[in-house]
């Protein structure tokens, strides 16, 4: 296995417009913070990525997953969400209108957004805790609603993607982001065990927040995910579904670590 711990992924804004997939490789900034064998395997241009796309509502347990399903493969895991809340934020803090699309469009192309492992940093500054909170949640699905918006960011994740094998979540990476992702996954939960894991979340970080009004508050924004025109957050038709209500997250991974093994490898390189 291919050890790729420590590394940051870059999407630089300026050029970000050019990218697509399997284009723009000027696109993308990667900055290794430990040496790496990666520098090898990006040395092949022509060797093609992988893709492993997961999408579903909040609460599926995508994040957790996705984590521990990159670092068993090796891959780049890329949190799509916290690039959505990342321009949220940027916008709150600039007191910018959720209606005036155009500053939001110009906001979402000019950030320069850096993940790298648990960590996010906007325009340099590590927003990580920032934008997971109540503010940056309502405001990342406001923003996504954006078709100018979305593009920006769907150029970045394209470029990320574009020279890392990766396995990024979201909602529309199996349809719109990777169409041609080597393994697409949708993985969902019901309703009401997505919640009770939200609250499980919150609580942990000595936040408290009444149930009803959290169960609300996700309904408005799986409402507002899977209803907009632009992207919604829907089931490729080649993504495998799976219900993790009843599954713990080694055995969600582990179905998609199979999946994995039976796709790209025939069960050859990844663990
Ligand atoms: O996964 P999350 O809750 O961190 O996502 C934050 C918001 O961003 C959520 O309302 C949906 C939106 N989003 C999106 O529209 N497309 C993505 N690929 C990822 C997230």
Same mark, same amino acid.
Not at 233 to 239: F, G, H, T
């Given at each position: ?79 799509? !969400? ?5 321009? /949220? $934020?940027? &916008?709150?803090?600039?007191?910018? +209108?959720?209606? %005036?699309?155009? =500053? ?101 970080? !000595? ?5 009803? /009004? $959290?169960? &609300?508050?996700?309904?408005?924004? +799986?409402?507002? %995910?899977?209803? =907009? ?43």
């Amino acid at each position: 296995m291919r050890h790729h711990q420590g590394h940051v992924l870059q999407a630089a804004p300026e050029a970000s417009r050019n990218s697509g997939v399997g284009g723009g490789h000027q696109a993308v900034e990667l900055v290794l913070a430990h040496g790496s064998c990666y520098s090898t395997v990006l040395a092949d241009e022509s060797r093609k990525r992988v893709v492993v796309a997961i999408d579903g509502p909040a609460g599926a347990g995508k994040s957790t997953i996705a984590r521990g399903l990159a670092e068993r493969l090796g891959f780049t895991y890329i949190d799509t !969400g916290a690039m959505y809340r990342a321009v /949220a $934020l940027w &916008a709150l803090r600039q007191g910018v +209108d959720w209606g %005036d699309m155009h =500053r939001l469009e110009q906001l979402a192309e000019a950030a320069d957004i850096e993940l790298s492992p648990g960590r996010i940093r906007l325009n340099g500054e590590d927003v990580t805790e920032a934008i997971r909170e109540t503010a940056a949640s309502n405001g990342a699905s406001k923003v996504a609603v954006i078709p100018g918006v979305r593009r920006a960011m769907v150029a970045k994740q394209r470029a990320m993607g574009w020279r890392a094998n990766v396995v990024m979540e979201g909602r529309d990476i199996g349809t719109v982001v990777f169409p041609d992702a080597e393994v697409k996954i949708y993985l969902d939960a019901h309703p009401g065990e997505r919640v009770r894991r939200r609250l499980e979340e919150v609580r942990a970080k !000595g936040e408290t927040m009444e149930e009803a /009004a $959290l169960a &609300a508050h996700m309904a408005e924004r +799986d409402r507002r %995910d899977s209803t =907009r025109a632009d992207a919604p957050l829907a089931q490729a038709p080649d993504a495998v579904y799976l219900d993790s209500t009843r599954q713990t997250i080694a055995e969600v991974q582990e179905a998609i670590l199979k999946i994995v093994r039976s796709r790209v490898t025939n069960g050859k390189d990844f663990r």
